[in-house]
């Protein structure tokens, strides 16, 4: 019995998967290329005062409360969200949503925002950790998700992926 029981288990968690809906991610802002981080959106340390890029978001799947955007830089101990993890409100019963910027290096956060967990960095403590390797060429980017509630315990019910850039 047990032996039936892994094939169902593996069939059930490739439908769930596949029942989360891709969102499209697209900058709001031209200054970000997705190719190279813009000049000025580094971490202080560097000379920066970097903020979260504006988005775009579509395709959000019906039932969507929140957005949850984890910064990450790819390969490091920033990786999985390391530079910040925060949650933007959205309307329910839309399908697109424009998320303004939020401050790096800072627990203040706009209205519609909220905190999921703070940056890893050692930096000045904050939600946000803007991207600070020194211009050695790391890669940034950003993951978002679609929740079905407005606080960090929600259900993701679909994912999308933008490069942020290299610095």
Request: net charge positive; charged share 15%; hydrophobic share 40%.
């Amino acid at each position: 019995m047990q032996q039936r029981a892994l094939p169902l288990l593996l069939l059930t968690l490739a439908l769930s998967a596949q029942a989360q809906t891709r969102l499209t991610v697209r900058f709001a802002n031209p200054s970000w290329n997705g190719v190279n981080i813009p000049a000025g959106q580094q971490c202080p340390k560097y000379g920066g005062a970097g903020a979260t890029p504006s988005l775009n978001v579509f395709d959000l799947p019906p039932g969507t409360a929140a957005l949850m955007l984890e910064f990450s830089e790819k390969g490091t101990a920033l990786d999985n969200g390391g530079l910040g993890r925060i949650g933007y409100a959205v309307g329910k019963g839309v399908s697109s949503a424009q998320v303004p910027s939020a401050p790096g290096n800072s627990m203040v956060l706009p209205s519609g925002f909220f905190l999921i967990r703070t940056h890893l960095g050692d930096d000045k403590p904050g939600a946000y950790l803007p991207p600070c390797s020194g211009g050695k060429g790391a890669r940034y980017f950003l993951v978002v998700r679609a929740l079905d509630a407005a606080n960090k315990e929600g259900k993701v019910l679909g994912e999308g992926r933008l490069e942020l850039g290299k610095y």
